[in-house]
């Protein structure tokens, strides 16, 4: 589906697979990326085994364009 895990500009590892984070006590700000999708920031301790589950929401498609008129409406003046 090509989402990605990235620290800050580094990617990380792909969204399907394991991503490994140096062990720590300090929060590690990740974001989740996918063509399409709005991103995901997350926070993490990476002291321990961790698995998540994320849901990306769908970006927002481009308006349709408004007040464009048929050609067979045309004005022919």
Do not use: C
């Amino acid at each position: 589906n090509g989402a990605r895990v990235l620290r800050g500009e580094d990617v990380l590892g792909d969204a399907h697979e394991p991503v490994l984070l140096p062990f720590g006590k300090a929060p590690m700000e990740l974001t989740v990326t996918a063509p399409g999708y709005e991103p995901l920031s997350l926070s993490v301790v990476p002291d321990h085994e961790l698995e998540s589950d994320v849901k990306l929401k769908r970006r927002a498609g481009r308006p349709k364009s408004v007040g464009t008129i048929p050609s067979d409406l045309e004005s022919p003046f």
